[in-house]
């Protein structure tokens, strides 16, 4: 199993970042996919999920910002992040979790996003 994150670097506050996910391993059209970052000192948060079915939800933080979506012909997860700030600075993890076997799921490396100017 692989989950293979890419799209993160270092902007401007404002300005836009996509990142993206690739897995691989297992039946991708049948696990939630979600987005989380974790800031220096913080604990790791939950930013945006995606399920099976394509229903989305976000953190109140980033409503309106950011938007997740998946391709299964891919086996890619994308999260589209614009008018970012300062404070969305953090390593970016791409998460899979089983529709219905919450004992399932898998984690990617992050990518770090950095907003400052």
């Known amino acids: 199993v692989q989950l293979v994150e890419s799209g993160g670097g270092l902007v401007q506050p404002g300005g836009s970042l996509r990142l993206a996910c690739a897995a691989s391993?297992?039946?991708?059209?049948?696990?939630?996919m979600g987005w989380y970052r974790q800031a220096p000192g913080e604990q790791r948060e939950l930013v945006a999920h995606?399920?099976?079915?394509?229903?989305?939800n976000y953190a109140d933080s980033v409503k309106g910002r950011f938007t997740i979506s998946r391709d299964n012909t891919k086996n890619t997860v994308y999260l589209q992040m614009n008018s970012l700030k300062p404070e969305d600075t953090a390593v970016y993890y791409c998460?899979?979790?089983?529709?219905?076997?919450?004992?399932?799921?898998?984690w990617g490396q992050g990518t770090q996003v950095t907003v400052s100017s």
């Open positions: 998460h899979a979790q089983h529709r219905s076997n919450m004992q399932t799921y898998y």
């Open positions: 391993g297992f039946t991708f059209s049948i696990y939630t």
């Open positions: 995606i399920t099976a079915a394509g229903s989305a």
